[in-house]
């Protein structure tokens, strides 16, 4: 009979490669069009960057450890590793989050129509997606800092000391003053951040209602404005955002959890497993919804390039 570890094993395998290939996909189409196709490219497009870039190094900084870990393979990480494994996790799980946020305050805005007292946003919010971008990336290693100094090679398997565990390594809850200090850090920053992607999707469900209340009383506006591109991308962000949150605060409270309980092997695994959901879940949606994938044609573009 398979052993529980051997199957969470096998999902993380398929998780990880699905989800890395999408996002790795996604990275390079946007990579691709900024330097080949900037005529294609569109301001939400380095967003999007940042989200796929973050979730491809989530995938493979958490799914790979954790499925050599399931399949009971020992390896010696070594400090070193740990702390830069575990930080880039966190760093880049934390980065979806902001990345998500910014998106769906970018889309409502988008939106907004044009008789809105706020509908001058929509010429000057692409100035502040650049700035917005690069000080997400610096408050979340300024945040993580924390987890240089209490991260260690998890040498001790049978070690079941309060703290936060994953495959091979663990951060451990030596000073009480500064966990707490760092929990309430992560807790302010995480409702902020989700209070505001709230507020943005309640805006464009509003938003999307109405245009649907309009198409229906007359038909050529259904056709201008309910299938707008605005429109659909804004049900595309709605659906990140709803999974988004779910995974996220599902994850966040098993953490928090785990952080102060004693070692639970079969749930921590669950755990890493649930957080990974994102990344790929998100890949995918991107994917399915980016018809501009398949209208690019690559030799065109690269005799372009050459001459």
């Avoid at 499925?67 to 830069?84: H, Q």
């Avoid at 494994?85 to 769906?104: D, F, G």
């Avoid at 065109?300 to 050459?306: E, G, I, S």
Wanted: with cysteine.
């Amino acid at each position: 009979m398979i052993s529980s570890d051997i199957i969470f094993g096998i999902f993380f395998l398929f998780q990880t490669c699905i989800g890395f290939m999408g996002n790795s996909l996604l990275f390079t189409f946007y990579i691709y069009t900024f330097l080949i196709l900037p005529h294609k490219k569109k301001t939400v497009d380095m967003i999007f960057a940042h989200l796929t870039l973050a979730n491809a190094l989530t995938l493979v900084f958490r799914g790979i450890p954790s499925a050599i870990s399931s399949f009971e393979i020992r390896l010696e990480m070594g400090d070193t590793r740990c702390k830069a494994m575990l930080y880039i996790q966190r760093v880049t799980r934390s980065i979806s989050l902001c990345t998500t946020t910014l998106q769906s305050i970018f889309q409502a805005v988008t939106i907004t129509p044009n008789n809105h007292k706020w509908a001058w946003l929509k010429y000057r919010i692409s100035a502040f997606i650049q700035p917005s971008l690069l000080f997400f990336w610096m408050m979340n290693f300024v945040i993580y800092s924390v987890i240089i100094l209490q991260t260690v090679a998890n040498r001790n398997i049978t070690d079941i000391r309060l703290g936060y565990h994953v495959a091979y390594c663990k951060s451990n809850a030596h000073n009480g003053q500064i966990s707490s200090i760092f929990l309430s850090t992560l807790f302010i920053r995480d409702l902020s951040f989700l209070f505001l992607m709230t507020c943005s999707s309640i805006y464009m469900v509003t938003i999307l209602y109405k245009h649907h209340k309009a198409a229906q009383n007359v038909r050529s506006i259904s056709q201008s404005s309910s299938h707008s591109p605005e429109n659909k991308a804004a049900r595309v962000i709605l659906i990140l955002v709803s999974c988004f949150v779910f995974f996220y605060w599902t994850n966040t409270f098993l953490t928090i959890y785990l952080f102060y309980t004693s070692k639970k092997k079969q749930l921590e695994k669950f755990n890493n497993f649930f957080s990974s959901c994102y990344p790929t879940i998100s890949s995918l949606c991107l994917i399915k919804n980016e018809n501009r994938i398949s209208r690019i044609n690559f030799m065109k573009a690269r005799k372009r390039l050459l001459f």
